[in-house]
Protein backbone atom coordinates (compact mmCIF):
# COMPACT_ATOMS: atom_id res chain seq x y z
CA UNK A 1 0.00 0.00 0.00
CA UNK A 2 0.96 3.47 -0.60
CA UNK A 3 0.92 6.15 2.68
CA UNK A 4 -1.88 8.37 2.87
CA UNK A 5 -3.56 10.93 0.84
CA UNK A 6 -2.21 14.08 1.82
CA UNK A 7 -5.21 14.73 3.61
CA UNK A 8 -5.74 11.81 5.29
CA UNK A 9 -2.06 12.27 7.20
CA UNK A 10 -2.09 12.28 10.97
CA UNK A 11 -2.02 15.28 13.02
CA UNK A 12 1.69 14.84 13.68
CA UNK A 13 2.02 14.66 10.48
CA UNK A 14 -0.12 17.54 8.87
CA UNK A 15 0.17 21.40 8.84
CA UNK A 16 2.69 22.12 5.85
CA UNK A 17 1.71 24.34 3.23
CA UNK A 18 2.15 21.59 0.27
CA UNK A 19 -0.71 19.13 2.50
CA UNK A 20 -3.12 21.97 3.02
CA UNK A 21 -4.08 22.77 -0.50
CA UNK A 22 -4.63 18.96 -1.48
CA UNK A 23 -8.22 18.01 -1.32
CA UNK A 24 -9.54 14.32 -0.57
CA UNK A 25 -11.12 12.16 -3.36
CA UNK A 26 -14.64 12.79 -3.64
CA UNK A 27 -17.28 10.19 -3.75
CA UNK A 28 -19.94 11.37 -6.11
CA UNK A 29 -17.77 12.63 -8.65
CA UNK A 30 -13.96 12.59 -10.86
CA UNK A 31 -11.23 14.72 -10.48
CA UNK A 32 -10.28 16.84 -12.56
CA UNK A 33 -7.14 16.20 -11.94
CA UNK A 34 -4.60 13.96 -9.48
CA UNK A 35 -1.20 14.22 -8.35
CA UNK A 36 0.10 11.13 -7.67
CA UNK A 37 3.28 11.30 -5.36
CA UNK A 38 2.96 14.81 -3.80
CA UNK A 39 5.29 13.55 -1.33
CA UNK A 40 8.01 13.07 -3.98
CA UNK A 41 7.95 16.67 -4.07
CA UNK A 42 8.23 17.50 -0.18
CA UNK A 43 6.41 20.15 1.72
CA UNK A 44 6.54 23.51 2.54
CA UNK A 45 5.09 24.63 -1.23
CA UNK A 46 2.53 26.73 -1.87
CA UNK A 47 0.24 25.29 -3.90
CA UNK A 48 -2.39 27.85 -4.49
CA UNK A 49 -2.42 28.51 -7.67
CA UNK A 50 -2.26 25.34 -9.19
CA UNK A 51 -5.41 24.61 -6.71
CA UNK A 52 -7.21 27.57 -7.83
CA UNK A 53 -6.57 26.60 -11.62
CA UNK A 54 -7.35 23.21 -10.95
CA UNK A 55 -10.65 22.93 -9.28
CA UNK A 56 -10.74 19.69 -7.37
CA UNK A 57 -7.12 18.92 -7.52
CA UNK A 58 -6.38 15.53 -5.54
CA UNK A 59 -3.16 15.15 -4.39
CA UNK A 60 -1.61 11.25 -3.00
CA UNK A 61 1.34 11.20 -0.72
CA UNK A 62 2.24 8.02 -2.92
CA UNK A 63 1.06 5.86 -5.63
CA UNK A 64 1.44 1.96 -5.79
CA UNK A 65 1.07 0.38 -9.20
CA UNK A 66 -1.98 -1.23 -8.73
CA UNK A 67 -3.51 1.83 -7.38
CA UNK A 68 -2.44 4.51 -10.45
CA UNK A 69 -5.82 3.34 -12.33
CA UNK A 70 -8.24 3.49 -9.68
CA UNK A 71 -7.08 6.69 -8.74
CA UNK A 72 -7.04 8.30 -12.19
CA UNK A 73 -10.09 6.57 -13.43
CA UNK A 74 -12.53 9.77 -15.12
CA UNK A 75 -9.25 12.60 -14.63
CA UNK A 76 -8.14 14.21 -17.74
CA UNK A 77 -4.79 15.28 -15.99
CA UNK A 78 -2.47 13.43 -14.04
CA UNK A 79 0.77 15.72 -12.12
CA UNK A 80 3.37 12.98 -11.49
CA UNK A 81 6.85 12.91 -10.30
CA UNK A 82 8.39 9.13 -10.23
CA UNK A 83 5.48 7.10 -10.63
CA UNK A 84 5.30 4.86 -13.77
CA UNK A 85 2.64 5.15 -15.92
CA UNK A 86 2.31 2.65 -18.34
CA UNK A 87 0.86 1.49 -21.61
CA UNK A 88 -1.65 -0.77 -19.63
CA UNK A 89 -2.68 1.81 -17.24
CA UNK A 90 -3.40 4.31 -20.37
CA UNK A 91 -5.40 1.44 -21.82
CA UNK A 92 -8.12 2.00 -18.62
CA UNK A 93 -8.43 5.12 -18.24
CA UNK A 94 -10.08 7.04 -21.64
CA UNK A 95 -10.86 10.26 -20.31
CA UNK A 96 -6.35 10.92 -19.60
CA UNK A 97 -5.53 13.78 -21.70
CA UNK A 98 -2.73 14.95 -20.37
CA UNK A 99 0.58 13.76 -18.35
CA UNK A 100 2.08 16.58 -16.84
CA UNK A 101 5.37 15.47 -15.31
CA UNK A 102 7.14 17.36 -12.31
CA UNK A 103 10.38 16.50 -13.81
CA UNK A 104 13.01 17.16 -16.68
CA UNK A 105 13.24 13.10 -17.33
CA UNK A 106 10.50 11.56 -18.98
CA UNK A 107 11.76 8.39 -18.64
CA UNK A 108 8.56 6.51 -16.30
CA UNK A 109 6.22 7.66 -18.83
CA UNK A 110 5.72 5.41 -21.66
CA UNK A 111 6.20 7.88 -24.46
CA UNK A 112 5.55 6.02 -27.17
CA UNK A 113 2.18 4.32 -25.57
CA UNK A 114 1.13 8.04 -24.60
CA UNK A 115 1.61 9.44 -28.16
CA UNK A 116 -0.63 6.60 -29.80
CA UNK A 117 -3.29 7.19 -27.36
CA UNK A 118 -3.00 11.01 -28.38
CA UNK A 119 -2.05 11.79 -24.43
CA UNK A 120 0.10 14.86 -24.08
CA UNK A 121 3.17 14.23 -21.90
CA UNK A 122 4.66 17.46 -20.77
CA UNK A 123 7.68 18.11 -18.69
CA UNK A 124 10.02 20.66 -16.99
CA UNK A 125 13.08 21.93 -17.99
CA UNK A 126 15.76 24.28 -16.09
CA UNK A 127 13.17 24.19 -12.67
CA UNK A 128 16.45 23.54 -10.54
CA UNK A 129 19.26 24.88 -12.51
CA UNK A 130 20.79 27.09 -9.92
CA UNK A 131 20.45 24.63 -7.12
CA UNK A 132 21.74 21.96 -9.05
CA UNK A 133 25.07 24.19 -10.49
CA UNK A 134 25.82 24.74 -6.82
CA UNK A 135 25.62 21.35 -5.23
CA UNK A 136 27.93 19.73 -8.19
CA UNK A 137 30.36 22.73 -7.39
CA UNK A 138 29.67 21.74 -3.84
CA UNK A 139 30.49 17.82 -4.58
CA UNK A 140 33.69 19.32 -6.73
CA UNK A 141 35.10 21.56 -4.37
CA UNK A 142 34.79 19.29 -1.28
CA UNK A 143 36.35 16.57 -4.04
CA UNK A 144 39.60 18.75 -4.64
CA UNK A 145 39.72 19.49 -1.16
CA UNK A 146 39.79 15.62 -0.49
CA UNK A 147 37.37 16.49 2.20
CA UNK A 148 35.68 12.99 3.22
CA UNK A 149 39.14 11.48 4.12
CA UNK A 150 40.04 14.55 6.01
CA UNK A 151 36.76 14.29 7.75
CA UNK A 152 37.69 10.53 8.33
CA UNK A 153 41.27 11.18 9.70
CA UNK A 154 39.79 13.82 12.55
CA UNK A 155 36.78 11.48 13.44
CA UNK A 156 40.00 8.76 13.87
CA UNK A 157 42.04 11.35 16.01
CA UNK A 158 44.85 12.12 13.68
CA UNK A 159 44.41 15.72 13.88
CA UNK A 160 44.50 15.49 17.23
CA UNK A 161 47.85 13.55 17.69
CA UNK A 162 49.69 15.43 14.80
CA UNK A 163 53.10 16.37 15.07
CA UNK A 164 52.41 20.15 13.51
CA UNK A 165 49.04 22.32 13.02
CA UNK A 166 47.99 20.74 10.20
CA UNK A 167 47.09 17.42 7.92
CA UNK A 168 48.55 17.50 4.51
CA UNK A 169 49.22 14.43 3.74
CA UNK A 170 46.48 14.22 1.16
CA UNK A 171 47.31 16.05 -1.83
CA UNK A 172 44.25 19.34 -2.16
CA UNK A 173 43.80 20.58 -5.37
CA UNK A 174 43.97 23.95 -6.57
CA UNK A 175 41.01 24.09 -9.54
CA UNK A 176 41.88 27.36 -10.84
CA UNK A 177 43.79 27.07 -14.16
CA UNK A 178 42.53 22.92 -14.25
CA UNK A 179 41.09 21.47 -17.21
CA UNK A 180 37.29 20.77 -16.66
CA UNK A 181 35.38 18.91 -19.23
CA UNK A 182 31.54 18.81 -19.18
CA UNK A 183 29.72 16.16 -21.00
CA UNK A 184 26.20 18.13 -21.65
CA UNK A 185 25.43 21.74 -22.72
CA UNK A 186 22.45 22.33 -21.52
CA UNK A 187 21.27 24.76 -19.04
CA UNK A 188 22.71 22.61 -15.97
CA UNK A 189 26.40 22.01 -17.93
CA UNK A 190 26.48 25.78 -18.86
CA UNK A 191 25.70 27.20 -15.54
CA UNK A 192 28.11 24.92 -14.05
CA UNK A 193 30.83 26.16 -16.94
CA UNK A 194 30.03 29.32 -15.77
CA UNK A 195 30.83 28.89 -12.10
CA UNK A 196 34.17 27.26 -13.50
CA UNK A 197 35.22 29.94 -15.32
CA UNK A 198 34.68 32.17 -11.86
CA UNK A 199 36.91 29.85 -10.22
CA UNK A 200 39.48 30.40 -13.46
CA UNK A 201 39.19 26.55 -15.19
CA UNK A 202 39.48 26.35 -18.50
CA UNK A 203 36.38 24.48 -20.11
CA UNK A 204 34.98 22.75 -23.21
CA UNK A 205 31.98 20.91 -23.96
CA UNK A 206 32.44 17.68 -25.01
CA UNK A 207 29.96 16.34 -28.35
CA UNK A 208 26.81 14.79 -27.19
CA UNK A 209 27.62 10.83 -27.63
CA UNK A 210 26.04 9.65 -31.15
CA UNK A 211 26.92 13.24 -32.88
CA UNK A 212 29.69 14.26 -34.81
CA UNK A 213 33.01 16.48 -32.89
CA UNK A 214 33.46 19.87 -33.89
CA UNK A 215 36.63 22.20 -33.10
CA UNK A 216 34.05 23.42 -30.06
CA UNK A 217 33.01 20.44 -29.06
CA UNK A 218 35.80 17.40 -30.03
CA UNK A 219 35.44 14.03 -28.71
CA UNK A 220 34.96 12.75 -25.57
CA UNK A 221 37.91 9.87 -26.18
CA UNK A 222 40.14 13.19 -26.95
CA UNK A 223 39.24 14.74 -24.33
CA UNK A 224 39.55 12.18 -21.51
CA UNK A 225 43.35 12.42 -21.47
CA UNK A 226 43.22 16.21 -20.78
CA UNK A 227 41.04 16.65 -18.42
CA UNK A 228 41.39 17.11 -14.85
CA UNK A 229 37.65 16.78 -13.79
CA UNK A 230 35.03 15.52 -15.59
CA UNK A 231 31.06 16.68 -14.66
CA UNK A 232 27.87 14.92 -16.05
CA UNK A 233 25.16 16.68 -17.49
CA UNK A 234 23.74 14.35 -19.96
CA UNK A 235 20.56 12.26 -19.91
CA UNK A 236 20.54 8.59 -19.57
CA UNK A 237 19.96 7.07 -23.59
CA UNK A 238 21.44 3.97 -24.59
CA UNK A 239 24.09 6.08 -25.95
CA UNK A 240 24.82 7.25 -23.03
CA UNK A 241 25.05 4.30 -20.78
CA UNK A 242 27.73 3.29 -19.52
CA UNK A 243 29.65 6.13 -21.12
CA UNK A 244 32.05 6.52 -18.57
CA UNK A 245 33.09 3.09 -18.53
CA UNK A 246 36.54 1.26 -18.00
CA UNK A 247 37.93 1.68 -20.54
CA UNK A 248 37.06 5.37 -20.45
CA UNK A 249 38.26 5.58 -16.73
CA UNK A 250 41.37 4.08 -18.02
CA UNK A 251 41.99 6.54 -20.43
CA UNK A 252 41.46 9.70 -18.02
CA UNK A 253 44.36 11.45 -16.78
CA UNK A 254 45.45 10.01 -13.43
CA UNK A 255 43.94 10.94 -10.20
CA UNK A 256 40.96 13.08 -12.24
CA UNK A 257 38.07 14.18 -10.22
CA UNK A 258 34.28 12.81 -11.47
CA UNK A 259 31.52 14.40 -10.79
CA UNK A 260 27.76 12.71 -11.96
CA UNK A 261 24.62 14.74 -11.22
CA UNK A 262 23.00 13.58 -14.18
CA UNK A 263 21.67 9.92 -14.07
CA UNK A 264 22.82 6.75 -12.53
CA UNK A 265 23.98 4.36 -14.70
CA UNK A 266 26.05 6.75 -16.92
CA UNK A 267 28.56 5.71 -14.57
CA UNK A 268 29.74 2.29 -14.40
CA UNK A 269 30.15 2.63 -10.95
CA UNK A 270 31.90 -0.16 -10.42
CA UNK A 271 34.57 -0.22 -12.51
CA UNK A 272 34.96 3.66 -11.13
CA UNK A 273 35.43 2.70 -7.42
CA UNK A 274 37.53 0.01 -9.12
CA UNK A 275 39.73 2.67 -10.42
CA UNK A 276 38.76 4.93 -7.23
CA UNK A 277 40.66 2.94 -5.02
CA UNK A 278 43.53 1.99 -7.25
CA UNK A 279 44.07 5.76 -7.60
CA UNK A 280 43.64 6.06 -11.32
CA UNK A 281 40.59 8.28 -10.43
CA UNK A 282 41.64 10.87 -7.78
CA UNK A 283 37.52 11.30 -6.50
CA UNK A 284 34.46 10.70 -7.41
CA UNK A 285 31.00 11.93 -6.02
CA UNK A 286 27.52 10.89 -7.60
CA UNK A 287 23.78 12.40 -6.46
CA UNK A 288 22.02 9.61 -8.36
CA UNK A 289 22.01 6.11 -8.69
CA UNK A 290 20.71 3.43 -11.01
CA UNK A 291 18.16 2.41 -8.48
CA UNK A 292 16.59 4.67 -6.36
CA UNK A 293 16.17 4.33 -3.47
CA UNK A 294 18.81 1.95 -3.44
CA UNK A 295 17.00 -0.50 -1.40
CA UNK A 296 19.35 -3.60 -2.39
CA UNK A 297 22.25 -1.82 -1.64
CA UNK A 298 24.66 -0.47 -3.86
CA UNK A 299 28.78 -0.71 -4.37
CA UNK A 300 29.45 2.98 -3.81
CA UNK A 301 27.37 2.39 -0.28
CA UNK A 302 28.86 -0.34 0.85
CA UNK A 303 32.22 1.21 0.10
CA UNK A 304 31.39 4.07 2.09
CA UNK A 305 29.93 1.51 5.33
CA UNK A 306 32.99 0.23 5.03
CA UNK A 307 35.19 2.79 5.87
CA UNK A 308 32.96 3.60 8.89
CA UNK A 309 33.68 -0.23 10.15
CA UNK A 310 37.54 -0.72 9.23
CA UNK A 311 40.77 0.92 9.46
CA UNK A 312 41.27 0.78 5.91
CA UNK A 313 42.32 3.88 4.02
CA UNK A 314 39.82 5.72 3.56
CA UNK A 315 38.45 7.13 -0.44
CA UNK A 316 37.73 10.67 -2.06
CA UNK A 317 34.20 9.16 -2.32
CA UNK A 318 30.82 11.23 -2.02
CA UNK A 319 27.18 9.71 -2.27
CA UNK A 320 24.24 11.87 -1.89
CA UNK A 321 21.06 11.17 -1.98
CA UNK A 322 19.81 12.30 -5.18
CA UNK A 323 18.95 15.73 -3.98
CA UNK A 324 20.92 18.09 -5.57
CA UNK A 325 17.58 19.45 -6.75
CA UNK A 326 15.73 19.95 -3.28
CA UNK A 327 15.76 23.77 -2.59
CA UNK A 328 12.24 24.85 -1.74
CA UNK A 329 13.15 27.49 -4.56
CA UNK A 330 13.91 24.52 -7.36
CA UNK A 331 11.03 22.72 -6.07
CA UNK A 332 8.66 25.80 -6.12
CA UNK A 333 9.74 26.64 -9.62
CA UNK A 334 8.95 22.85 -10.64
CA UNK A 335 5.62 23.13 -9.68
CA UNK A 336 5.04 26.55 -11.23
CA UNK A 337 6.42 25.67 -14.24
CA UNK A 338 3.67 22.48 -14.29
CA UNK A 339 0.98 24.72 -13.63
CA UNK A 340 2.27 26.83 -16.99
CA UNK A 341 2.37 23.47 -18.55
CA UNK A 342 -1.24 22.97 -17.96
CA UNK A 343 -2.49 26.60 -18.51
CA UNK A 344 -1.10 26.11 -21.98
CA UNK A 345 -2.83 22.76 -22.95
CA UNK A 346 -5.98 24.31 -21.44
CA UNK A 347 -6.02 27.21 -23.54
CA UNK A 348 -5.14 25.09 -26.29
CA UNK A 349 -7.93 22.73 -26.05
CA UNK A 350 -10.63 25.24 -24.75
Excluded at 113 to 140: D, F, K, P
Excluded at 200 to 224: N, Q
Aim: aromatic share 2%; proline share 6%.
Amino acid sequence: MSDHDRTAQSPSHSSTPASSHCEPASSTSAPQAVMLDAGSVGDGLDFSRLEARLEGLVCHDATAPEEVVPRLSGASIVLVNKVRIEAHHMDELPTLKLIAVMATGTNNIDMAAAEARGIRVMNVNAYGTHSVAQHTWMLLLALAGRLPEYQTDIAAGKWQRSATFCLMGRPVVQLSGKHLVIIGKGELGTAVGRLAEAFGMRVTFAARPGTAPTAERPALESLLPQADAISLHCPLTPETQHLIDEQALAAMKPGALLVNCARGGIIDEDAALEALATGQLGGLAVDSLPEEPPREGHSLLSALESQHHSASAPLNLIVTPHNAWISQEARQNMLDLSLANIETFLSEHA
